[in-house]
């Protein structure tokens, strides 16, 4: 039996044709490809400025500058995502303040928000955790009535919608991740939608070095910028992507579906929301019953592999890393992330699995929790 990964990228024959018809041309970095790439996201994003970098990483960060977030400033947080969320917060100088879960749906809670705000907060970054969105309404309610920037790290969300409206279309600045893992992808890569196009030269001279370069030759710097440009390639490989957002999309909610059908709750894991209008189940993520289970997490991991399937952790809680508490944070502080971040794993999900890959996880879960029951 064949090892079933827990991810694994869905690039047909046409995107492979077209990455060699790129490598062929002579013109690989950042160039023609990329420029379609970024018109093709706008249409996606209701015709909204996107530019394409280098990874999500790099978008986050220079959304922040864009915002003009630096040091003495607070962003706020959810402590529960890949630690990019945090790190792009520190390199730019400021603060993460992280506020604690929601349980329900593992974001970022929005009733605890308010009470984290202080004169120094001047952006709220949410993360839509496994695809599911945040609520858009009260996230930028808040927003308004405080006067915050929004960041939306919507890496793990593109092909996600809120009442309709696709992630990205609407909004304040809103970061994708096209990385191996994710919905759409592009090798490595991401792209950052401006809320106003003005922002868009800035943006440009921030992912190449802060260079302009003018109509006789001539360049200037005015401004630090970094090196995180989109390849040709990449775009490539994106272009070819996009035409099968939805049919991934559909796939991905059959396959949750049909999780949810297979799997038996009364072995005491529990499921994440069954969202199959708005989410795009970039993730299908349980929460083992640890306390009923005479192995840890890593051991039923290593059980699932031995049955030749592969689990991930997306995410431990993040203040937990030495590098946050250095800058005070303790076990304790957030008790939701915390006891979501000790028991969660990511079960196999991508659009080229079928209903009997899902059948042959459930089953093995449930051999794995039956024979380690204390």
Excluded at 264 to 292: C, K
């Amino acid at each position: 039996m064949s090892f079933l990964p827990f991810t694994r990228p869905t690039i047909d024959e046409a995107t492979i044709q077209s990455v060699a018809e790129v490598l062929r041309s002579g013109w690989i970095t950042t160039g023609p490809k990329c420029r379609e790439f970024e018109a093709a996201l706008s249409q996606h994003c209701g015709g909204r400025t996107v530019r394409a970098f280098s990874s999500g990483t790099a978008t986050l960060e220079v959304a922040l500058r864009l915002a003009d977030i630096g040091p003495g400033d607070e962003v706020i947080t959810t402590p529960l995502s890949w630690v990019a969320t945090a790190n792009v917060i520190l390199t730019v100088g400021a603060r993460p303040a992280f506020v604690d879960i929601d349980p329900l749906t593992r974001n970022i809670d929005l009733s605890k928000v308010e009470a984290a705000i202080t004169p120094r907060t001047k952006a709220i970054m949410p993360v839509d955790l496994a695809g599911l969105p945040v609520d858009r309404d009260r996230l930028y309610a808040i927003a308004q009535q405080h006067g915050l920037r929004v960041i939306e790290d919507a890496a793990q969300s593109f092909g996600a919608n809120w009442k309709g409206k696709p992630i990205g279309s609407f909004g304040d600045f809103v970061s994708f991740s096209f990385h191996a893992n994710k919905n759409l992808t592009t090798g490595e890569g991401g792209a950052l939608v401006l809320p106003d196009a003005n922002l868009a030269p800035l943006t440009e001279q921030l992912r190449l070095q802060g260079v302009v370069r003018h109509p006789d030759g001539e360049m200037s710097v005015d401004v630090v910028g970094g090196k995180s440009n989109l390849t040709d390639i990449a775009a490539a490989i994106g272009l070819g992507q996009l035409p099968h957002l939805a049919a991934f999309t559909a796939q991905r909610r059959a396959l949750a579906r049909a999780y949810f059908d297979s799997l038996d709750p009364t072995l005491g894991y529990t499921l994440p929301v069954a969202d199959f209008t708005q989410s795009n189940w970039h993730m299908f993520q349980i929460l083992l019953p640890l306390e009923r289970m005479s192995i840890s997490r890593g051991e039923f991991i290593a059980r699932m592999k031995e049955r030749e399937i592969g689990v991930g952790v997306h995410y431990p809680a993040m203040h937990l890393f030495n590098i946050f508490r250095q800058i005070g944070y303790r076990e304790g502080d957030f008790p939701q992330a915390e006891a979501v971040g000790r028991r969660i794993v990511s079960l196999p999900l991508f659009p080229a699995m079928t209903l009997q890959d899902v059948s042959r996880v459930c089953t093995a879960i449930s051999a794995v929790l039956k024979e380690t029951q204390r």
